[in-house]
């Protein structure tokens, strides 16, 4: 599969569509999604923030949006009101990744159950693989009460 580039007019890969993250971790940043909805193929540019004292990304910085696209991977297999949170996640660092460069990645489902489920994927910059990401997200029953 050849890599995904992107548009270099809007700074926006093709095929992508925009998501502005909230929350405390990321809030107001804007990564990207596959097309018509589809939370299986993503995409995010690495800023310099991200980076550490070595100008590479901060493996924090991967680890969050690791968690970030599986667990909303996951989230988009289940009902609207299905409530998780993330059991496990690993990330396999393989190589670095730099301030500019784009992150492009898969996920698959491998379990979508009634309790738990787990996904796994890809970051990848260019050809190169930078990280292997699985996570375990255990579905929190509905107690009535609303946080």
Sequence with gaps: MPPHTPDEDHGMPS???PVVLRGPFFG?????????GRRDAFAARIGGSDCNGL???HGGAIATLADIFLVGFIAAQLPAHAR???ASLSVDYLGPSRAGD????RIHAHRIGRRQCVASGEFRVGERTLALIKARCAIIPDTGDSP
């Design 84 to 86: 998780l949170v993330t």
């Design 102 to 105: 784009w992150l492009f990645g």
């Design 28 to 36: 107001g940043r804007t990564v990207f999604t596959g097309g018509d």
């Design 55 to 57: 100008g590479i990304t």
């Design 15 to 17: 095929g992508f569509t």
